[in-house]
Every structure is written in C-alpha cells, then in structure tokens.
C-alpha cells in the first residue's frame, strides 16, 4: 500500500513508478492540491484515470503543501519518506531535502494524520467534471484577460546560472546484484510534530539553543525573526542559508536579519528549496527540524498543510550538515543590504475596455508594502476578483 501526500507532482518518473506498483497490485491513494492539479502539468488526473487501483483526493479549501509517502510492504513493514522534495520535474535540480523513517510509532502517526484528511473531508474524491468546468471557465476568461505587465515576469530576479549536471556512472562501473536499500538508522527519535503547535515549537528550540544552523526557501515570519534576533544578541551563534529569489520578496525577512549581524549566505544558481533548522542544544543534544513548512505565518496561521518532523541524533545532525556545508559551497554571502526597489505601477486599460466579469487591485504601494487583498466565492465556488484597478510591479 501506498499514500501519498505530494503538493506537486509532475515527474514522468515517478508517475511510471506509481503506474507499474498499481499494475503490480499495489493499492495507492494520492492526496493533492487542488491549485497544483488543476495545472496543465499535473499529471494527477491521468494518474486518477489510469487505475481502480489508484484513489485520488483533492484539497481545495486550503494549499496542501505536504511532501510525503507513506510505504507499507509485503512483510508489513513500513516507512515514510517526506522533506521539501516535490515529486516534479525540476525538483531535481533544486537544493532539496528528503528524509526515510522506519519507525513504526512515526509512520503510524503519519499515516493517521494522512488519512484524517480524507475521512475529515479536508480531501474529497477526485473530481474529473469539475475540473473540465474550471478549465471551460478559464479558457472562456483569458480571452478577455489584459495583459497589463508583461515585464512583471523576473522583475526583482535575480540572474541564476543553471546548475551543471552530475556526471553518470556507466553501467558497467555499477556495482553487480541488486542495490542496497537497507535503511540507514540517522535519528535515534523522531517526533512529527503538531502543526498548530510548530511555531511555539521552533520558538522553544531556539531558545534553548547553544548553536543554530538555517537552510530555508522562504523566510516571512516577523515573529521567528525577533526570536532569532534575540538568540543571536544573547551570543548564540545563528547561521542562515536563503534562497536568493525569495529573499527579495515584500514580506521577506532575511534583510531584517541580515542588518542584524546574523550571517546569511544566498545561493548563485538555481533554488534553495529546503526548509530545515540544524539545532544544538544547551544540553548538548543535536537534532534537526526538518519538512515541508517554511518559516512563515501562513503556516503557522493554518492555511497551508504541512509537516515538520524534530529528528534526534549525531548522525542526522551529521548528515544535516553535510548538506547545510554542500551548499554553502556553492553560495556568497549577503553583505550588502537588499535594495527594496520602489514598484513602477503600470497604467491600467480604462475599466470599460476590460471584462466585466473580472476586478483587479494594486499588489503594493509605493512603499513596497503589500495591500490587502480581497476576494469573493460565487455560487459555485470560483473565484472572482475586482479588476478595475488592475497594477502590477514591474521592472524599474
């Protein structure tokens, strides 16, 4: 049996792998996001359509933001895979994270906390005709969408150099026999820890922090950054590794942090997609808290599902930064503050030109500070917005 909780999933190698386990006989249920499988990528309604063997679930009331699998074999054995990795085609060329556990008590608590979902209706069944509507929805509103900022595409971006790919061993410097897949015992305890509890959780191992190690995709949460501030004006020595990309976002805080004295180094290339903090405690225990959760206060607000796992033990804490030292190798570190440029808002189309079934409002003002955005639920559940207003940041 297999169960899969996966935000995004697009890999032709995986869904291969997926469709021969049904094949096989293998009873696979797959949890997705509804914005991710509504996508013209997604390979989740193929997956939906291609066996009985195969139950698909959506959520659509919040962003389903797990990266998870849940294995149980032939033996009844069991193990769970999760971190940052998205089951996609370019997740493989991001600095990424994935974790195995075999512990029995953790993957029971995994799978119950999977399967609430479903039996809870957060995930409902598959719906094929729903999402034929929404795409006859959207193909029938783009014709008249305006296309306002066509320089809005890498505005603040950076230049990212793509990541050389590793070299192959032939065949024949492959080992000979089957591979070894036996698990490697990292963490001597695991916890998956409780979502509406994880920042007070983060907070507590911050403080209780003799040295902090960060590799983060997203950082916005004012709140974990004056703990950070804090651990690190008391003498505790804290150290980041951002995404570069997001660490120019409006509600970023790696400048904040930066101004601070704490250190952070940014890649050059590609992604930092990894969400994990290398902690030592003041009692000297190593762990790592690791998952799909970014420091973020939609997370610890409830509209996305996550999860974070607190890992226990010298050799995960090893591993954690081998990873942490990979790729630092391959960043700089940020020792200019970050220009927060002032948006250039574009002029709108007179309201009269544009389609009355749409509304639009400023992103920001001129100050770089986001506006609050609203929205309303038609009848049958689509999302209309007011486009009179429409303004985009763009490029200076």
Request: charged residues 25%.
């Amino acid at each position: 049996k297999i169960v899969i909780a996966m935000y995004c999933l697009t890999s032709e190698k995986i869904v291969k792998s997926l469709k021969q386990a049904a094949d096989a006989g293998a009873e696979i249920t797959i949890i997705a996001d509804w914005g991710q499988v509504k996508h013209a990528s997604s390979r989740i309604p193929e997956l939906a359509a291609y066996s009985t063997n195969i139950k698909v679930f959506v959520v659509a009331s919040k962003t389903m933001h797990l990266k998870v699998m849940h294995v149980e074999y032939n033996d009844g054995s069991t193990a769970v895979l999760s971190g940052s990795f998205n089951y996609s085609k370019s997740a493989t060329s991001h600095e990424e994270e994935i974790t195995r556990n075999d512990d029995p008590i953790y993957c029971k608590n995994m799978l119950k906390r999977l399967c609430v979902l479903v039996t809870k209706k957060t995930a409902k069944p598959f719906d094929r005709d729903a999402l034929e509507k929404y795409k006859a929805r959207r193909e029938s509103a783009d014709s008249d969408v305006v296309v306002v900022a066509s320089s809005f595409k890498g505005a603040f971006s950076p230049t990212r150099h793509p990541r050389p790919a590793p070299t192959k061993p032939s065949p024949s410097s492959l080992p000979s026999g089957p591979l070894d897949a036996s698990p490697i015992p990292l963490a001597r305890a695991a916890v998956l820890l409780a979502q509406t509890s994880l920042e007070h959780d983060l907070i507590t191992y911050i403080r209780n922090a003799k040295k902090i190690n960060i590799v983060m995709y997203s950082f916005s949460s004012s709140g974990m950054a004056d703990e950070l501030i804090a651990a690190h004006e008391a003498g505790t020595p804290v150290f980041i590794i951002a995404d570069r990309l997001q660490s120019l976002g409006l509600t970023s805080q790696i400048e904040r942090l930066r101004a601070s004295g704490i250190p952070i180094f940014r890649n050059k290339s590609d992604m930092i997609h990894c969400k994990c903090f290398i902690i030592e405690s003041k009692d000297e225990e190593k762990m790592v808290i690791s998952g799909s959760a970014n420091v973020s206060s939609r997370v610890y607000d409830g509209h996305n599902i996550e999860q974070s796992s607190c890992l226990v033990g010298e050799e995960v804490y090893a591993k954690f930064m081998q990873l942490h030292d990979a790729i630092l190798k391959e960043a700089e570190p940020l020792r200019d503050p970050i220009e927060l440029r002032t948006p250039t808002l574009t002029a709108a189309r007179a309201p009269e030109e544009m389609s009355a079934a749409h509304t639009l409002t400023p992103l920001a003002d001129a100050t770089n500070t986001p506006l609050a955005r609203t929205r309303k639920v038609g009848s049958k559940g689509a999302l209309t917005y007011d486009t009179s207003k429409i303004s985009c940041i763009v490029k200076p």
